[in-house]
């Protein structure tokens, strides 16, 4: 039974944080350390002491995790960032709160010694035949390691401590992954084995030529598992020394953070197919269906997460189209004023929001991406609020000295104008770029919509029903937040914030095909007026042709990534083929990269017609590089396998730690079916005749740290895995019995109606379901080792 495992958390804001610079203020961050390795960084918030990120990821850890840590910088433009405090959440504290934790949490000081990583490769055990009773533990290897030399390695040594006595190892200098392949043996004395009680510990240390000692973690075994076992021998998590954090009663300031775990044992594919079944049948009788009972019975908080789910499930059988269909027809049915068809947050109005994120994404940045780029890049100062407008701010609009509002007005309409022109003109003519599949969903809602209201007055609500989702829910919300849409990198200024805010309601108004203008409070948004109202018969001719579609032209199974479709591209900096001399900082070169579903290619420029690549199916792992191997930061290898079999390397600098998630989640995510992933790998590089981080000098020794191939970040490109949304859907069905039954017997037989025998088939599937995962857990625990350490 696989398991799996998805963190979401969202980094909200920060408060009374103290004053790091010399003006009085701060200009704070936020890293987030998933087991200490970094998975995101926010935007930096300059010169505020009070900062607003409103940054959310999702992680896919399909091994599980043990920490989560958010560290607070201050920025320095000289020297290093200094660091302002951190909060640390255990699996176990995240896990025990249901609904996750929404709550303002208290900044402590960072401890050296409780900021351990990494694990350690031990032997242990009692040998009998000898003369005197001894201790023999076999220290063989550490890996991961946590950096505390200036250099970005360690000089670890380890240390047995047992009833007094001890034993160290050698010392191995400039690596965080040591091979020892040392015995160490400690005598013990009849007290030392009287009860059988103690603790065998285990230390790992940075040496240190001047100063005391770092501490690296501690591994701590019962000594009585000693005489359950003939040989304990396995990989051990290191753990701090077990000071608690420091609260100092806020005086750090606090973090307002947002956090929720979702942890499955996901089962085979067959015990899923019955629930998956009672899912295709609802679309062949919807009268009386698995999905309609449970679109009455999903809570407004699981909506959004239960419309996802059944999309990815739908897109899979091929049946998103019909899925759709379904629930916007109930909707259009049960809808008498079309002033408010889909107005509200409802399973059909969520569901065709995720559908086109899932299948529209890379057509948004087709459309997209140029203009938000140059609103980027130009930052102009634009505002026609009149109670907003800050001269102070304007002056650069003219050289000839002091502006005035109007003069601000009439020049930031002009820029809005011809923003808010080239958007709308880039999204009319997009008709050949937009997703079939999209194109198909629209027209069977335009043809519901006109079925159900004939009436002349009426004759726009079938344009309104897709503009509505089309700008309103689509278009829109990505002007408004780019980042969120993986349009830029970073959230944008205040000053581009508000240029986008002014350009996301102008096109909301589109959407609406300029109903209601000049009735609503912002009349100060009149020079745009026009320009909305000249696009309203832009618009329909435009709907027009989106729904000028066949049928047919979408059939069989639907795939979010197409082999002809780039997932991701962009400039990053490769590492020039190997033995070259060179320093390190120029043996990286520009080079533009493309990512598809079948190749990861790159060439000098994008317009290059001559292109290297390699194909995703020889793609072995994807993972990150020590900074130490090229004294370079957010480097990634591309470890892939040539037609000999010879393992190749490619080394990729990234710009900053999030482009580089980002690299690595995308190229993870098209080679996660791949047959020949590496389970190890080497986090530095072979040279001078010798791996950077093992110091081991033979090239085709094994890798000395675990691969992470299947960590992913959470977004729209996620692969679609029937199992692990099946289950989903299972945990909504199984709570909701869960409450009918908390509120008395009856209440579950409300849920069938007279003649739904469905009704009857879906409660026995879940209950079979529910047994399943009983059974395979009573066998997990049957199959486990009777001693567990520290796993």
């Known amino acids: 039974m696989a398991k799996n495992t998805s963190l979401y958390f969202r980094i909200v804001e920060g408060r009374n944080l103290p004053a790091k610079d010399v003006s009085g203020t701060s200009d704070p961050y936020c890293i987030v350390k998933v087991d200490n390795e970094v998975v995101a960084r926010t935007a930096t918030v300059w010169k505020n002491l009070n900062p607003f990120w409103g940054e959310e990821y999702t992680l896919h850890l399909p091994m599980g995790f043990h920490s989560l840590s958010f560290l607070i910088m201050d920025e320095d433009t000289i020297g290093h960032d200094d660091v302002i405090g951190k909060i640390t959440l255990s699996k176990e504290a995240i896990g025990s709160q249901a609904k996750g934790i929404d709550s303002w949490l208290n900044l402590t000081t960072v401890d050296p010694d409780e900021d351990v990583q990494g694990e350690i490769h031990l032997s242990l055990q009692l040998p009998e035949g000898t003369k005197k009773t001894i201790l023999r533990c076999q220290v063989i290897e550490a890996r991961d390691l946590a950096p505390r030399d200036i250099s970005g390695t360690s000089d670890p040594f380890a240390r047995v401590i047992f009833n007094n006595r001890s034993a160290e190892t050698s010392i191995i200098k400039r690596t965080r992954f040591p091979h020892w392949g040392e015995t160490l043996e400690l005598e013990l004395d009849s007290e030392g084995l009287s009860g059988q009680q103690g603790t065998v510990t285990v230390e790992v240390w940075d040496w240190d030529m001047v100063g005391k000692n770092d501490f690296l973690g501690k591994v701590e075994i019962p000594f009585s598992c000693l005489h359950k076992t003939s040989l304990l021998e396995g990989w051990f998590r290191l753990l701090p020394l077990g000071n608690n954090e420091v609260d100092v009663g806020g005086k750090l300031g606090a973090l307002r953070l947002k956090v929720r775990l979702v942890e499955d044992r996901i ?83 969520k569901a065709m929001e995720q559908f086109m994120k899932a299948v529209g994404m890379l057509y948004l940045h087709e459309v997209l991406k140029p203009i938000i780029n140059r609103i980027f890049d130009e930052r102009k100062y634009i505002e026609l609020d009149p109670c907003k407008i800050d001269l102070n701010r304007s002056r650069r609009i003219s050289f000839k000295g002091a502006v005035s509002e109007a003069e601000v007005r009439d020049s930031s309409a002009e820029m809005l104008q011809g923003y808010l022109t080239s958007i709308i003109e880039s999204i009319v003519s997009s008709v050949d770029q937009c997703p079939s599949v999209m194109r198909v969903a629209f027209k069977q809602l335009h043809k519901r919509v006109e079925e159900q209201f004939t009436e002349p007055e009426n004759e726009d609500v079938k344009y309104l029903a897709i503009s509505g989702f089309f700008f309103l829910r689509f278009f829109a919300p990505a002007i408004l937040t780019p980042k969120l849409f993986h349009l830029r990198d970073q959230h944008a200024d205040t000053r581009t914030s508000r240029t986008l805010l002014l350009l996301a309601k102008a096109l909301q108004s589109v959407g609406n095909l300029g109903l209601q203008l000049g009735h609503g409070k912002e009349q100060w948004m009149a020079p745009l007026h026009p320009i ?23 059939c069989g199974k639907m795939a979010i990534l197409l082999p002809s479709v780039i997932v991701k591209e962009g400039y990053l900096h490769k590492h020039k083929a190997e033995g070259t001399q060179l320093l390190s900082r120029f043996a990286f070169k520009k080079r533009y990269f493309w990512l598809t579903s079948e190749t990861l290619s790159y060439a000098k420029t994008s317009e290059w017609q001559v292109r290297s690549s390699i194909p995703i199916r020889c793609v072995c792992a994807i993972e990150r590089v020590d900074e130490n191997a090229f004294q370079q930061q957010n480097v990634m290898q591309v470890i892939s396998q040539n037609n000999d079999g010879q393992l190749q390397t490619m080394y990729i600098q990234c710009k900053n730690v999030n482009e580089l998630n980002q690299w690595l989640s995308a190229i993870r995510k098209v080679s996660i079916y791949n047959e020949r992933m590496l389970p190890s790998f080497h986090p530095g590089a072979h040279r001078s005749g010798k791996w950077t981080c093992c110091l081991q000098a033979e090239r085709t020794v094994p890798g000395c740290s675990r691969t992470h191939s299947a960590v992913t970040l959470g977004d729209w490109s996620d692969p679609l895995d029937p199992d692990v949304e099946t289950q989903m859907i299972f945990n909504q069905l199984l709570q909701v019995l869960f409450f009918c039954a908390a509120d008395g017997a009856e209440s579950i037989p409300q849920l069938m109606k007279p003649g739904q025998s469905v009704a009857a088939r879906l409660l026995v599937v879940i209950e079979d379901l529910e047994q399943a995962h009983v059974t395979f857990q009573h066998r997990e625990k049957e199959d486990s080792p009777s001693v567990i350490l520290n796993p």
């Open 532 to 554: 909305i109202l000249r696009s309203v018969a832009c618009v329909k001719d435009f709907l027009d042709k989106l729904i000028d579609i066949d049928h047919d032209v979408v």
């Open 267 to 349: 089962l085979p594919s067959m015990y899923y197919q019955p629930l998956i079944d009672l899912l295709v049948e609802s679309l062949i009788s919807p009268d009386s269906s698995a999905l309609t009972m449970l679109e009455e019975v999903t809570t407004v908080e699981s909506r959004q997460d239960v419309a996802m789910t059944l999309v990815k499930i739908y897109l899979g059988q091929g049946l998103v189209v019909p899925f759709l269909d379904y629930l916007n027809t109930r909707e259009v049915n049960h809808t008498t004023d079309p002033n408010t068809l889909f107005r509200s947050n409802s399973l059909a109005s």
